[in-house]
């Protein structure tokens, strides 16, 4: 894949921790060896997904994981690394920044990279809703975090990602997406209740072998 990031279409910015860090909440349901193999099983239907949604452009993943990094750049993404090193909000404005330099008007959204059920015409919804807005958000399962963080071309990302997302970047001036039928766009997986949920929608076929391999039911 080239590294000029496509000015057509919305560009994304996916963060991934490095996957021994990954998903620590998952330990109890999967266990601690599965870990990392679920997180990156996420990430790759979350990616794949991604690049399959007609309304993107290209995305951008960032990580310092090499393993994670040659797998998804595998499957068409762009990989840089996390070079600020100061958590996830450096990370995607690292993300964002990296984008506009080789396409200073494309429209830049965040994704979280634990979506495993993502549908491509679900958050082809979800990027439609946002064209409208200089600034917006969609809200997580749960109503308290955030899964996708957009901003019109020439408007900065200014992500406030952690805990009761939802409620910071409201205060900071995005539109909140009140979309219905968007289910796989909000359900992102920290948890063993979570992951059920996420295999209840249907999930992706990298993180459904590993459903097997992890007795999770």
């Known amino acids: 894949m080239s590294e000029t990031v496509l000015e057509s279409g919305w560009a994304l910015v996916v963060p991934l921790?490095?996957?021994?860090?990954?998903?620590?909440?998952?330990?109890?349901a999967a266990g601690d060896a599965a870990r990392p193999s679920l997180a990156l099983a996420f990430a790759e239907d979350t990616v794949a997904a991604a690049l399959a949604c007609e309304a993107v452009g290209s995305v951008v993943v960032v990580t310092d994981d090499p393993v994670a990094g040659s797998r998804l750049a595998g499957l068409g993404a762009r990989v840089v690394p996390d070079a600020p090193g100061r958590g996830l909000n450096p990370a995607l404005a690292h993300g964002a920044a990296t984008i506009r330099r080789g396409a200073p008007g494309a429209a830049v959204a965040t994704l979280n990279a634990d979506l495993p059920a993502l549908r491509p015409a679900e958050l082809g919804r979800v990027l439609a809703a946002a064209g409208g807005h200089a600034r917006s958000f969609l809200a997580d399962a749960a109503g308290v975090g955030t899964t996708v963080l957009a901003a019109s071309p020439g408007v900065a990302l200014n992500p406030a990602f952690g805990g009761a997302s939802r409620a910071r970047h409201r205060d900071s001036g995005a539109v909140e997406l009140d979309l219905a039928g968007v289910d796989s766009v909000r359900r992102d997986v920290?948890?063993?209740?979570?992951?059920?949920?996420?295999?209840?929608?249907?999930?992706?076929?990298?993180?459904?072998?590993?459903?097997?391999v992890c007795n999770v039911t």
Do not use: I, Y
């Open 190 to 212: 920290d948890t063993g209740e979570d992951l059920r949920a996420a295999l209840a929608l249907g999930v992706g076929p990298r993180t459904a072998t590993l459903q097997n």
């Open 17 to 28: 921790k490095p996957l021994w860090l990954a998903k620590s909440r998952l330990a109890v």
